[in-house]
């Protein structure tokens, strides 16, 4: 009889626990729906809708906040496209587009009438495992509440985000994250599926409150999006060059791994037998670009290596499947024409002495083998001009060994918006640190 007593209280605690959450959710949907909007891209000769979003009403005075990718096409092109909101009671305005963050995907913008509520920003950060919950209109569907977990800033990543636990769906984009205290965390901005989504931390979306207040309503919104590249580029080149870069190992050579914990690298080795060729592959990448337009990206870093050998080949059939292999190599950015300048090349051949191996017990050799011939390679450093921005450049580099009969080293990278001086430190760096045996 205990037991079942025990039971009968336990099942009774979980419905009213249920019940509590669901009438507190509803609460808050009740509460919040009158600061809640939907954002609209307008193509203005068909009036009719070309993009949608979520937004949010920050401030008494009407400024809403949403990504900056929700109203991109209008920075971009602001004959073709004007900006729109309608709220959940279906009250239509204009909106007018003040600033923008693009390293945290975030915009400002002010409503022609002013709704009568706003949502206040969260000064506290949620504990890990709190529920959090996620408001926004997904696939054109109506304002929904998404509850989850705030899991922190997610690893791995140049730029700060929340690992939300809940489903963020497209049409989403733009909207809050509140506390149960009805306060916003985050900003709703990407989701990986399988309840994994990610929120701009809410205290970006505060220091572009700031930033705006303080700079007044005539914002060059060209020049706030350099200044922000110019800023991002060398804060993340900084933190790549003051790195303890490790070496690992691929095939005889020794090539860069993991240099900062916001690039992760991935292994694959190609060998069949209708392959002559063994292939080994390491590829590294930041997780994470810039947004600019739909078909335009910046802030990569990306590094890969390729290590191929055969055994009992002719050098000339070697090199033939080599080329084929290597034939295909392109930017690991998006930009179009009407974004960046055509690639302009420098191909140089260049030496690389050969060190030593490292010996059980001792320090590596450094010093150049004297009796070995040096590595030659064929190397490419390719640089295209960001229209926009003429300071910042996409930069491609490939280095391909080409000196040994059955053997050969791939190395290339791709860095996105960044300075001549950054590109060329970066590159002195890293062919620097690639090593043969």
């Known amino acids: 009889m205990p037991n079942l007593c025990a039971r009968l209280l336990a099942l009774l605690f979980c419905c009213c626990s249920a019940f509590a959450s669901a009438q507190s959710y509803e609460q808050l949907y009740s509460e919040y729906r009158g600061s809640l909007y939907q954002i609209r891209l307008i193509e203005k000769s068909s009036n009719s809708k070309a993009g949608l979003g979520s937004g949010f009403q920050i401030s008494p005075d009407g400024l809403i906040a949403t990504n900056y990718h929700v109203v991109a096409e209008a920075v971009s092109d602001p004959d073709k496209y004007q900006l729109e909101y309608l709220s959940v009671d279906g009250a239509k305005g204009n909106l007018e587009l003040l600033d923008i963050d693009v390293i945290n995907d975030l915009a400002l913008l002010r409503q022609d009438k002013p709704g009568a509520e706003h949502i206040q920003l969260a000064t506290d950060t949620p504990k890990k495992g709190e529920t959090i919950v996620s408001l926004g209109n997904p696939l054109d569907l109506g304002m929904t509440l998404i509850p989850g977990t705030y899991n922190g800033i997610a690893s791995g990543s140049f730029y700060d985000r929340i690992h939300f636990a809940g489903s963020i769906n497209p049409g989403m984009s733009g909207g809050p994250a509140i506390n149960t205290r009805g306060h916003v965390v985050g900003i709703n901005v990407a989701t990986a599926g399988n309840q994994v989504s990610f929120l701009v931390p809410v205290d970006k979306l505060a220091a572009l409150q700031k930033h705006f207040r303080q700079e007044g309503n005539s914002l060059d919104l060209k020049e706030v999006t350099h200044r922000q590249l110019l800023d991002n580029q060398q804060r993340i080149i900084e933190s790549i060059l003051q790195a303890d870069w490790q070496r690992r190992a691929l095939g005889e050579a020794k ?42 990206n910046s802030g990569r870093v990306e590094y890969e290596f390729f290590w191929l050998e055969a055994e009992d080949l002719l050098p000339s059939r070697f090199y033939a499947e080599y080329e084929q292999q290597m034939s295909s190599f392109y930017p690991g950015n998006a930009a179009g024409e009407e974004d960046v300048t055509n690639f302009r090349c420098r191909q140089s051949f260049t030496a690389q002495e050969r060190v030593g191996e490292k010996r059980d017990g001792e320090e590596p050799v450094s010093k150049p083998q004297q009796n070995r011939e040096p590595i030659v390679a064929r190397t490419s450093y390719c640089v295209r001009r960001y229209k926009d921005f003429p300071d910042l450049y996409d930069i491609f580099f490939l280095s391909l060994s080409v000196d040994r009969k059955n053997r050969a ?6 860095l996105s918006g960044f300075t001549r001086e950054s590109a060329a430190a970066f590159t002195e760096k890293f062919t620097s640190e690639i090593q043969w045996h």
């Open 255 to 296: 090539v860069v791994g993991e240099i900062v914990p916001a690039i992760q690298c991935w292994g694959n080795t190609q060998e069949d037998d209708d392959n002559p060729v063994k292939r080994i592959d390491k590829g590294c990448t930041g997780q994470d670009v810039v947004f600019l337009a739909d078909d335009f």
């Open 409 to 414: 080293l791939v190395s290339h990278f791709t």
